[in-house]
């Protein structure tokens, strides 16, 4: 049975970093893109990093690039995703969904599956 499980999340002033975890379990990364999503509350869910089945590519939405860094770790069957000079606006409850032999193109993003329950983040001073 395919299952995903964030953690990480937590308080963090402007400025301060966290690092989510996605474990993956009834999957091998080898063969299923995982990506990260967020939500806030009143707002529609966004895509915001990804990482192929390959893991030779990733992707990001612009306003995380330079900020975000997503990797994994295929011993763990564990993604990542290192978020530094956190801002307000993104603070949101995180997910990662997984979708098979998938590329990371932003297209693609919509038709992730297998959500995890989300961890949430919260930046405030």
């Known amino acids: 049975q395919l299952r995903l499980v964030e953690s990480g999340g937590g308080l963090v002033q402007p400025g301060g970093s966290l690092r989510l975890s996605c474990a993956a379990s009834?999957?091998?990364?080898?063969?299923?893109?995982i990506g990260w999503f967020r939500q806030a509350p009143g707002k529609e869910r966004e895509g915001v990093s990804c990482i192929t089945f390959g893991g030779g590519s990733t992707n990001y939405r612009d306003s995380v690039k330079d900020r975000f860094t997503i990797s994994r770790d295929i011993a763990k069957n564990t993604v990542y995703l290192q978020m530094n000079n956190l801002k307000p606006e993104d603070a949101a409850t995180y997910y990662c969904a997984a979708k098979r032999f998938s590329t990371c193109s932003q297209a693609d993003w919509p038709l992730f599956g297998a959500w995890g329950q989300g961890t949430q983040v919260t930046v405030s001073s």
């Open positions: 009834g999957l091998t990364l080898n063969y299923w893109a």
